[in-house]
């Protein structure tokens, strides 16, 4: 049983893993890798004079796997809300976890299968996203959804941010206290 299983290992998702993990929530994340970033190159990103799509997207898996993130390379089919746990269906295994993020950009197929209510984007190109608070919160208990799909403009800064506001809203919600994470320069 994972305390977050997140679909989706692009900047949302990938992001919101870095969180989770560092947290010390066990974390899986879920991701077919067919990002749409890895077809970009990034000039605009805070901090980042350039990089390109498919390093950014390699860099931030590699960061939440140094905080203990589980990485599976499949596509989820369903989700199942169970008795305290949502069960995530892959095309080959299942696995359940008491919080699922949604962050499959612009792949909605897992939200529409498993009955998350969505609405249509007002993004370029967006037809489509999930229905959501403003911390997140899908139509299914303990599903939240984070990023393109979430609906917020699509652009990497953002995306991963979005990522990373759901994550910290989780993790909160699991402590029933608002976290923060903060690391101190050592001098
Ligand atoms: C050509 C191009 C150029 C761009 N240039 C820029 C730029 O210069 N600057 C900028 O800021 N942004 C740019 N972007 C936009 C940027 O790539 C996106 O805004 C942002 O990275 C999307 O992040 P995301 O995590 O929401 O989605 P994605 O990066 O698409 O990640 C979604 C992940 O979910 C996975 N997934 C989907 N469904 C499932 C499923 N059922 N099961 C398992 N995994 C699933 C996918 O495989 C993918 O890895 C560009 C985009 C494109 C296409």
């Known amino acids: 049983m994972y305390d977050v299983a997140i679909i989706g290992g692009g900047p949302a998702g990938a992001s919101a893993a870095i969180y989770t993990a560092k947290s010390g929530k066990k974390t899986i994340v879920i991701d077919n890798d067919q990002s749409v970033t890895k077809r970009a190159w990034i000039e605009n990103h805070y901090g980042v004079e350039g990089i390109a799509g498919p390093e950014l997207v390699a860099i931030g898996k590699k960061q939440a796997a140094k905080f203990g993130a589980e990485f599976v390379t499949a596509k989820a089919t369903k989700l199942t809300a169970g008795d305290g746990f949502i069960t995530v269906e892959t095309d080959g295994e ?41 911390e997140g919160k899908t139509s299914l208990d303990n599903v939240w959804v984070a990023g393109t799909a979430a609906g917020v403009s699509m652009h990497t800064i953002i995306t991963a941010g979005d990522g990373a506001k759901v994550a910290i809203n989780v993790i909160s919600e699991i402590n029933g206290e608002r976290y923060v994470d903060h690391d101190v320069l050592k001098v």
């Open 94 to 134: 299942t696995y359940e976890a008491g919080h699922v993020i949604i962050a499959t950009g612009m792949f909605l197929d897992i939200a529409e299968t498993s009955g998350v209510r969505t609405k249509p984007g007002t993004e370029p190109r967006i037809k489509t996203i999930v229905d959501c608070t403003p």
